[in-house]
């Protein structure tokens, strides 16, 4: 599947496509590489001099892709976390909109939007976030639910509010084309 979202200024709309891409890849755009996840059967784009980190923890496997390097700092300001699990109880489509819902509900939001293509259903929003020990933050939220084979995917583009637009730049080529394969 290659997710874009639409690339009409205004328009907040995903337009999800199933593809036999996962292998080869369409090429990256200029100052970005192709980064194959195997332990998900996915790929996302990393800007040139980012860092990728993968792990797993309580069955879910979660990957980020950081203008800050993790393993030196110990967190990052800037970048993508995504979080992969297969459920076992509740259908990872109503979870995905259940914690859209959430996330919508508890920060102030700036866009909303969902998408639905075969097996995939995806949710999103774009939220500040502001906390008396941080400066405001924005962050881009898609939860996917694939009913096929009830996983959830949980991704977040992130970036303090005072730098949000030079980091858009790379985060939204990020966010909005990258492949995931249905039968995971």
């Keep these: 599947m290659v997710l874009r979202r639409s690339p009409l200024p205004g328009v907040a709309a995903l337009l999800l ?3 036999a891409l996962a292998e080869d890849p369409p090429p990256a755009p200029k100052g970005f590489a192709w980064k194959r996840i195997e332990s998900v059967k996915a790929s996302f784009l990393v800007p040139e001099g980012w860092h990728f980190k993968e ?5 879910t496997r979660a990957f980020f892709i950081t203008k800050e390097d993790i393993d030196k700092s110990g967190s990052f300001e800037t970048g993508l976390s995504v979080n992969v699990q297969t459920l076992k109880k509740d259908p990872a489509q109503e979870r995905a909109a259940a ?3 959430e996330i919508a509900t508890s920060h ?7 998408t639905e293509t ?3 259903k995806g949710y999103a929003c774009r939220v500040r976030r502001v906390s ?5 933050l924005i ?9 096929r084979t009830n996983t959830l995917y949980l991704i977040f583009f992130e970036s303090p509010e005072a730098s949000w637009e030079a980091a858009w ?4 080529p990020i966010l909005t084309t990258f492949l995931l394969d249905d039968e995971v």
């Design 17 to 19: 496509a199933f593809a």
């Design 55 to 59: 792990e797993t923890k309580d069955g």
């Design 99 to 101: 914690f859209v819902g």
């Design 108 to 114: 102030e939001v700036l866009d909303f939007w969902g």
């Design 118 to 120: 075969g097996v995939m």
């Design 132 to 136: 008396p020990e941080h400066p405001p």
């Design 139 to 147: 962050i881009e939220v898609l939860a996917i639910g694939n009913s």
């Design 169 to 172: 730049k790379q985060g939204e």
